[in-house]
């Protein structure tokens, strides 16, 4: 299992900007098996409940999603994350998430995903490089990885529109059927 990643001083411990003080970080979770058909869950940032819980994706829209993802037999192959460890959203500037990228990408090597949801602009100009064009859409990167957007959790709540997380994964479901494992049964 995935999991949270090991608990040593370099993990839970940062002072490369001034989000992170001691104990601030929120760790990565997930479920599914090192390098074998993961799907990787990207925000921007921990949530106000994700600081307190030290959970990430552990508040009510979490929930949520957790939930959804459950119900579309998606949950045990998904590993969630955050570009930027400590802080919430309102606080992230460009300068955080430069501190945080090396992290973030380390993580992303060690767990080599087939797949990410990045959910909002940041997320997915980490991995493409680019900017966006429009809220949702699939993409196959250079590496055969598949890349699906969609708007971040953030927009969802204030739009009281959950609709996306359904339309995200059911690409999901099918890109992975498709280009993943085309004997998985969800």
């Given at each position: 299992?995935l999991g949270e990643l090991p608990k040593d001083e370099t993990l839970d411990y940062c002072d490369a900007c001034e989000l992170c003080i001691r104990n601030s970080m929120t760790p990565s979770r997930g479920n599914g098996?090192?390098?074998?058909?993961?799907?990787?869950?990207?925000?921007?940032?921990?949530?106000?409940?994700?600081?307190?819980?030290?959970?990430?994706?552990?508040?009510?829209?979490?929930?949520?999603?957790?939930?959804?993802?459950?119900?579309?037999?998606?949950?045990?192959?998904?590993?969630?994350?955050?570009?930027?460890?400590?802080?919430?959203?309102?606080?992230?500037?460009?300068?955080?998430?430069?501190?945080?990228?090396?992290?973030?990408?380390?993580?992303?090597?060690?767990?080599?995903?087939?797949?990410?949801?990045?959910?909002?602009?940041?997320?997915?100009?980490?991995?493409?490089?680019?900017?966006?064009?429009?809220?949702?859409?699939?993409?196959?990167?250079?590496?055969?990885?598949?890349?699906?957007?969609?708007?971040?959790?953030?927009?969802?709540?204030?739009?009281?529109?959950?609709?996306?997380?359904?339309?995200?994964?059911?690409?999901?479901?099918?890109?992975?059927?498709?280009?993943?494992?085309?004997?998985?049964?969800?």
């Open positions: 299992m098996v090192d390098r074998s058909g993961t799907i990787m869950h990207l925000v921007t940032a921990p949530s106000p409940a994700d600081c307190r819980s030290k959970i990430i994706l552990s508040g009510n829209t979490g929930k949520l999603v957790r939930r959804i993802l459950n119900d579309k037999g998606l949950l045990n192959l998904s590993y969630f994350t955050s570009i930027v460890k400590c802080g919430v959203n309102s606080q992230v500037k460009s300068n955080h998430i430069s501190s945080c990228f090396p992290r973030l990408k380390r993580e992303i090597e060690r767990i080599n995903p087939s797949m990410f949801i990045v959910y909002g602009k940041n997320p997915y100009f980490i991995i493409k490089g680019s900017e966006a064009k429009g809220m949702e859409g699939i993409e196959l990167l250079p590496n055969n990885k598949i890349l699906i957007r969609t708007a971040s959790l953030e927009y969802m709540k204030v739009q009281n529109d959950y609709s996306f997380l359904d339309r995200a994964y059911d690409i999901a479901i099918d890109a992975y059927r498709k280009f993943i494992n085309k004997w998985v049964n969800f």
